[in-house]
């Protein structure tokens, strides 16, 4: 093992953020339009990927939901899944929980029974290749709390497919508070909860998300540090925050690496993991995200692990699962510990 780049390819990862179509790569687009007959308003893949360049959070989710409009049938989804999990198993993923919009193609008319299906159908293949995947489909927070709800009813026949719901989209003047109805019927039915908060919010909305819809995981959390009193709560709790290094970059969530707020989470004993919530928009898949936040914030070997170790506690396997990946990261850090005693 000679570097921490070696170090990060070598150890297995469970990816915890990650939209699926925030994998619609600039080439699919083109390929499904083209499938689909459906018109772009870019000449070229090049002339696409040189529009993704975004001033904050809304102005990506714009062309987010553009691009995903080529997204029309089962086969559509079942390509797009199958080419992130594809993509994940190189970067040593081997555990994905995956978000989903189910309202970005219900209201388009794209039938939900497409979309799970082809999604489900990618999701058994992945298994047989080694790639355990869970579903999160989200609500989409500048929709009302009624189409959440009448989204969530729609869901429940598909319900066997998930293991929990999310909240993303616009995160500014919709805060958590305004899905509670939903996010409750959603733990009565036996789901785990997570919810976009404080990439672009303020800290507030993570005590809505913690108080209000009692999620089990932060979905970036960022500006969580801003309130003393938030980060004890998520310490003490050890609630884990789903942290997208390449994504705050490319968001202006923070104008460096450098400056990401990643290590002092660490240091504040925060379990912390790293993710590429749109990787085909911000630049870089899991390994990358990995690379680019170790080499900035200069995280040492010890720390690198823990992001690995802390994916798999912060997932929503079984335990013995958890513990079955930890031995795997447990054995790489005994290695690694031995042959730097040898130099
Ligand atoms: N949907 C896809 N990516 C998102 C992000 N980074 N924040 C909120 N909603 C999203
Ligand atoms: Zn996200």
């Given at each position: 093992m000679t570097s921490i780049d070696d170090l990060i390819s070598a150890l297995p990862k469970a990816e915890l953020h990650i939209h699926l179509e925030g994998s619609l790569e600039p080439e699919m687009v083109f390929v499904l339009a083209d499938r689909n007959g459906i018109p772009l308003d870019y000449a070229s893949v090049d002339v696409l990927q040189d529009a993704y360049s975004f001033s904050g959070l809304q102005d990506f989710l714009d062309i987010y939901y553009t691009g995903m409009r080529?997204?029309?049938t089962e086969r559509d989804f079942y390509d797009l899944a199958t080419a992130y999990f594809e993509r994940a198993m190189q970067d040593n993923v081997r555990h994905a929980e995956v978000f989903f919009d189910p309202q970005a193609h219900t209201d388009r008319g794209v039938p939900l029974a497409e979309v799970v299906g082809g999604i489900v159908a990618a999701v058994k293949e992945a298994a047989l290749a080694g790639l355990g995947v869970y579903l999160i489909p989200c609500f989409?927070?500048?929709?009302?709390g009624q189409d959440a709800m009448d989204s969530l009813v729609e869901l429940e026949p598909f319900?066997?497919?998930?293991?929990g719901v999310g909240l993303d989209s616009s995160?500014?003047?919709?805060?958590?508070?305004?899905?509670v109805a939903a996010f409750e019927r959603a733990r009565e039915l036996g789901l785990k909860l997570v919810a976009h908060a404080g990439e672009e919010g303020p800290p507030e909305y993570v005590w809505e998300a913690l108080d209000?819809?009692?999620?089990d995981r932060i979905d970036?959390?960022?500006?969580?540090?801003?309130d003393s009193a938030l980060v004890e709560r998520l310490r003490n709790h050890q609630v884990p925050l789903t942290v997208c290094p390449l994504s705050n970059l490319k968001l202006a969530v923070v104008d460096d690496l450098r400056f990401h707020p990643l290590k002092s989470m660490l240091d504040a004993g925060l379990v912390t993991t790293v993710n590429s919530d749109d990787p085909a928009y911000f630049g870089g898949y899991l390994n990358k995200n990995f690379r680019e936040i170790a080499n900035s914030l200069d995280l040492s070997v010890d720390e690198v692990i823990t992001l690995a170790e802390n994916s798999f506690t912060a997932s929503f396997l079984p335990e013995s699962e958890i513990q079955k990946h930890l031995e795997e990261i447990g054995r790489i850090r005994v290695n690694l510990s031995v042959s730097t005693s040898d130099l």
């Open positions: 080529v997204l029309q989409l927070r500048h929709l009302s319900v066997e497919h998930f293991c995160e500014l003047g919709h805060p958590p508070s305004k899905f209000i819809l009692h999620v970036h959390g960022n500006r969580a540090l801003e």
